[in-house]
């Protein structure tokens, strides 16, 4: 029963696109995005009811699948996957999906494509939800393009602007390229184990699918990996993302902050067990990159979307730090409650640049805390959840995050920076969002303009942000993770998680084969000592929890207190430290020149590449065929005139047959004398056999 | 035993043919549309003969696996033996219901033809016939009778309703195919004289797959592969392979859309077919060779990415899509000669995807062309604003051969590359770097598909097109039912397409093996 439920809930955002590409500009405004927001809200509602069943009781995982097609002799099936870890994406993406499409009903209002818009919202939540379902790695790679299609046209909405078409088209690429060693990691998979679906994927390498071919499952586990860096927007492949806020406001929130670039982070939580030590730590290292770099970015931009942007990037990378260090549940417990406030923060800016009709600049804004309080209410507390304020959600994951690294870092000091980063980038992220917060809502008002004719958005918009800054308080509470016991052999099991991230840490993988790896590396040990090292296991991990606590607690205050004096008391002037760090500002003003780097040597060795075959296709191709066609009729009229036109017999009649036409190429057809010409190749062609044959 | 069916199908548009050039003018359309209806509807009659499953349907070897089969003596004189002989199988089946499907579209799409409708809808059906013929044939002389057949209508098409180079094309076309067509007469006739089935030469292709009757084959290694290479480049110029392209975006910018889209639709199928009809499971200890294999493998990655190259720098609508063309057919050449089950069975069903998105591609610039009478790239814009409806279409044709999940390109594309990840016919590593290689297509074909989408469709409006009027009735009619099929194809490949062609690819690659 539970499974099907799923799969309705997951089909009624179909429903919705398949209407209204057919009716919807009958339909119109805004009954299209009633219609839209209703099939949304009853896809929550339900999943908010199986949700509730499943937590009362369940089995450890449900799976549904109906064979779909046989690739050579192997049957793949299509097929739905439902554990702890499912179902909590579920009821997330279609509750903060409902949010977003409620709010979008008064955020679009009077656009010209309000149908489209809500179109485009349908085709994406039935293919988030679709990602979330599938059962196989070709599952998931269909809804991950699917996805993808739906954030190239919705970032490309206002597409009359060239910016908008330009920031959909560079998303849609750099997102290619994940896709492309995606689509290689799956060719990996499938050619080594011969199975695509994920559980039967894990049987084969755990049993030795891969033995001997460490060095091949690494490869193909960064190549998976990939796909995950295109779209979670990860060094190197992040450009797209801020780009990517030319979208409408809340396409921002709901796919470019809250689902589909976390999709990355699930894709990896997914395959999870098939990453090798190497590839784990090859996934840290670039979440640990991206999380900083992207930090210090933020710190100095001034569109308030753009801010947002490169802070989703920073988070995202801390997810896949989280991942990369073996903190799995840290990792998707910090994705759900970074969907709830980051999609609130992202809803709160779309506020914001309503009430200030259209305006992004916040050197422009300030004050507008009395022009709207429930907005600025509500992006405070998730500002404040961001930073990791004590009993916010974002404290709780951000804590098990570093508590993970910590552990990590702790074991493998060598790999010291994997701690260090995170925790310097936790102040940074406490300051650039106190920043965006006090310069657009508190500090003196800089533009007159903007100002006087600020106004609170209305109710259809409010409401969403009220419901979801309820989630970013409380979501975290009461939450603990579960004690984990080996089982030997890479095995573990888990009991006694609480809340939430003990909902999610149910779904943790129960073998990876890198802790297989990794216990190899040690002599077999008992039950008894195994139970002791769990012990002393779940001991450490308290007393990394309580000292990453301290950290992170203490670096938000600094970077609260740094953003205070700077933005608020203004002690410390922005405008000199800007002066005084000038070429810092101009390397994090350009975004570390990537855009340009790339611009210069991909896309111009691309379209140098194709310049290239299209003048060898015109020149030397084409020169070639016509230069014979010449040489040919030369040869033609040289035989047929110079040297005898009289007794000519149907082979050199051919011959010169063809170098005629060859040689009339540019001047006119000689259609008559084709069929003439057809039969003396034909005579000639058997002659040639004929003679061929009589010598054998 | 004749169940005429075939018959009756392919030698429908040539009774068209016939009808139109004695019906009065008014009636000339509807006649042709007529023809091709009846001819698709016939077609339809050969798919409860395929239901089933595939032992049953395919037989247990390639020689039991033909449906339908008529066969009369036709010419039985001064030594020679040829019949009149057709039947279909897994892969002719699919191919002779995409040739009606494509030519009723096509026939369609011809309805503002005004220059002597006479005459092109009368070669128009012609085409029809020989295209049917050659998938149909299984007498090696019919085949190629067939194969010639296709050549003069086309020739005239391109020539006489192409555009300003319609000559220079229409003889380049021309040249290029016969080009090849030398070589396959070379070949047939070597097949015939040396093949002895019980006693006499024989042009039946079902016969010469049969082991022993090419006896001499069997043991002249530089026979088979001279014969091998031979039909290769006859069906390459078709497909077309690098470097025998060439021709291909000089044809496609000049002939007329409707031909176009038979063209790249049907036109360039013929060769992959040929490959898969007489080259490999004649010769198959040829396709097996590794130097082979190599050979036609590189070259199909040669075409996926230098097609997808030449198309990023292409300016003209139509040119680009041509390249396109080229590129997706690199496909079918890398999917067949890896010889593995998923390339095969990604290589035809890419022929059939690229059958349906390419004639899309074709008809959709067609239908700007008839607006603004151009096909300058960079002059377009916008249009997205001016034609919804007629974008919303494009964009899913231009989507489907870009190989998005859920339409039909992506299906041949991953099974191709699926497969040919796995080949184990060129050591353990070769067929990986070709697939790695091929693999990069991926981030190409959506560079210049979606390049092209913004520089035609996305941006301001243009005031020089204003009041552009929206798609008609009757070119949705000809793009609906092949989205129709994109999304039918992309959904349930397996209903639509595999169950039909899985049996007999299987056999043919046993054979090989």
Redesign the interface.
Known sequence: MMPYAFIIAWLLPLVGFVVLVFRGRRIGEPRSGYLAAGLMLTAAAISLVGATRWVIGHPASLNVSTPWLRLGSQWINFGVHIDSLTIVMFTMVTVVASCIFIYSIGYMQGDPRFPRFFTYLSLFGFSMLGLILADSLIGLFIFWELVGLCSYFLIGFWFEKTSASNAAKKAFIVNRVGDCLFLIGIATMLGTTGVVSLESVFNQVRQGAFAGHGGLLTFAGICLFFGAVGKSAQFPLHVWLPDAMEGPTPVSALIHAATMVAAGVYLVGRIFPLLTPTALLFVAYIGAITLIGSALIAIVMTDIKRVLAYSTISQLGYMILALGVGGWAAGLFHLITHACFKALLFLGSGSVIHGCHGEQDIRKMGQLHRKMPITSITFLIATLAIAGVPLLSGFYSKDAILASALGFTWTHRVHGLLFILPAVAAAITAFYMLRLYLLTFWTQARDEHVHHHAHESPKVMWVPLAVLAVLTVFIGWGGKMPERHSLGEGRYQYEGGRGLVGLIAEAQPQWAVSWQMQEAGHPSVSDVSREEADAEAAHEEHGFHLMAMAIATSAMLAGVLMAWLVYSKELISAGKATQVLAPVHKLLWNKFYFDELYRATFVAGILLLASFGKWFDRVVLDGLADGSARWMARLAFFSGLTLDNRGVDGLVNGAARLALVGGNLVRKAQTGRVRNYILALTTGGAVIVLVFVWIW | MNSWLLTSIIFVPLLGMGTVLVVPPHLIRRTALLFTLLAFLLSLGILPHFLGTPIQVFGADYQNGFKLVDRLPWIHSGGFAIDYMVGVDGIGFPLVLLTTVICLLACIASWNITKSPRGYFALFLLLETGLLGVFTALDFFLFYVFW?LTL?PM??LI?IWGGPRR??A???F???T?LGS?LM??VM??FF??SNDQGAHTFNLIRLTTPGVLP?FATHKAMWIACFTMLYIAFAVKIPVF?FH?WL?DAHVEAPTPISMILAGLLLKMGGYGLLRISYPILPHAAAVQAVAWTLGILGVINII?GA??A???TDFKKLVAYSSISHMGFVLLGIALL???GF?GAMFQMIAHGITSAAMFFLVGVIYDRVHHRDIPRLG?L??QMPIYT?LAILGF?AAMG???LCG??GE??V???S??AQVLGPVGAKVL??IA??S???T??YI??SV?RV?????KPEYEGVPEISGREILVMAPLGALAIALGVL??QTV?TFV?GTLDHILKLVA
């Open positions: 010639e003069l020739y005239f020539g000559e220079y229409a003889i380049k021309f040249l290029y016969l030398v007469l070379i006739l070597w004289f040396a001499a470097p060439t975006p230098y190259l030449c990023l720098a292409q593995t089950q998923a069975q916008g997205a604003v919303g989507f998005l999940p859920g992506f299906i991953i099974y590359l699926l497969g990840w796995q697939t790695v693999a990069v991926v981030v190409l959506a560079g979606l390049w913004q469709f996305l941006g301001a409006a490949p397996w595999f899985s």
